[in-house]
């Protein structure tokens, strides 16, 4: 049998706040996605003026992450031609993520989850995913 940690509603609505107090700060609305450790959607929240259209890429980005337990934006470099995951974006369907963006959740070592977030820059969309983990994690000490 085996024990499993994930992320519950009230840890999803913590790292969406966090996430979303950076999206604020640096002006652009986002599309925020928490998931379980196994990809499972535990939250979603669509900022006003967030790309409908960033809805499905930030649950996908999330699923990624934290299905994966990997970031989004390692496997955009290891699926690029004559890379060893080349092709890989089209794996499920289309929903493994190779943009950055989506972030796993580790505590003590372990993947609980995953943050997926779009409607910036690749770049700014992983540092607001960053910044909900940041705010999650500083909740936990």
């Known amino acids: 049998m085996l024990t499993v940690r994930r992320l519950d509603i009230a840890d999803a609505r913590k790292l969406i706040a966090g996430a979303r107090e950076r999206a604020d700060a640096i002006g652009v609305p986002m599309c925020i996605a928490i998931t379980d450790e196994s990809g499972g959607l535990v939250a ?3 900022m006003d003026g967030g790309k409908v259209t960033s809805s499905i890429i930030a649950i996908d980005k999330a699923f990624t992450a934290g299905g994966a337990r990997k ?14 995951a080349y092709g890989i974006a089209s794996a499920i369907n289309g929903r493994l993520m190779v943009v950055g ?17 779009s409607s910036g820059t690749p770049d700014q969309d992983r540092e607001v995913a960053q910044a909900g983990i940041d705010a999650f994690l500083s909740g936990l000490t």
């Open 101 to 117: 963006g989506g972030l796993p959740v580790i505590v003590d070592g372990e993947c609980v989850g995953g943050i997926g977030v």
């Open 71 to 84: 970031a989004t934006h390692e496997y955009g470099a290891a699926s690029q031609p004559g890379a060893p």
């Open 44 to 46: 979603f929240e669509r």
